[in-house]
């Protein structure tokens, strides 16, 4: 079995670009609506010659709403961050640290797995960076800058994360 790369994180941070981005197929689908991709979705991906699965999860969204599928959801995450070797969580760099952001963390902070921690949505390499520090305080390491649209930043992080695997 290959080794497992999960995508985690609330909705609409661009886990489901990225996994487009890294995956060899696009069948992760892209919505503009929240918590559309509910179910895990898994892909062949390929870098450097070293082969894995990458996983979209539909997000560990809503904990604290009604949200009958809230709970599921949670799970969905959590367990493809069980059965992963490395866990890629994705936060939305123009919006600053949220609530929803903070929940993610504190679960994973939980699961003895290597973590990255992504910063998406940083499009202009030039002028990212200035808030980067603010997303420290989750607690699961250095925040890497990345635009999963443009493929900035995807290329340093896969071969970061193939070295683990
Ligand atoms: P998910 O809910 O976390 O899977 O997020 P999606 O991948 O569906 O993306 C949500 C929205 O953010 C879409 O409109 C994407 O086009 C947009 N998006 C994702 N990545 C980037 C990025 O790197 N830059 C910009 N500007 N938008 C992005
Ligand atoms: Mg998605």
């Known amino acids: 079995m290959k080794p497992i790369v999960a995508v985690v994180g609330r909705p609409n941070v661009g ?16 919505h503009e609506t929240r918590g559309v991709t509910r179910d895990r979705s898994y892909h ?3 870098w450097a010659g070293r082969e894995f699965t990458i996983v979209d999860t539909g997000g560990i969204e809503s904990l604290k709403s009604e949200d009958v599928f809230s709970g599921s ?4 995450a959590l367990a493809a961050a069980e059965e992963a070797a490395v866990i ?47 997303y420290s305080s989750l607690g ?13 930043g995807t290329g340093d992080l896969l071969d970061e994360v193939v070295a683990l695997l």
């Not at 959801?73 to 969905?76: E, F, G, H, K, S």
């Not at 936060?91 to 640290?97: E, M």
């Open 88 to 134: 890629l969580m994705v936060v939305d760099g123009r919006t600053g640290v949220t609530e929803e952001d903070e929940t993610v963390a504190r679960l994973l902070r939980r699961v003895d797995k290597p973590v990255f921690l992504l910063v998406n949505k940083l499009d202009n390499p030039d002028r990212e960076g200035e808030r980067l520090w603010e």
């Open 44 to 46: 062949d991906a390929d």
């Open 140 to 152: 699961i390491g250095d925040p890497l800058p990345i635009s999963a649209l443009h493929g900035h």
């Open 73 to 76: 959801i949670r799970d969905q």
């Open 15 to 30: 886990k489901s670009t990225l996994v487009n981005r890294l995956a060899q197929t696009s069948e992760a689908i892209v």
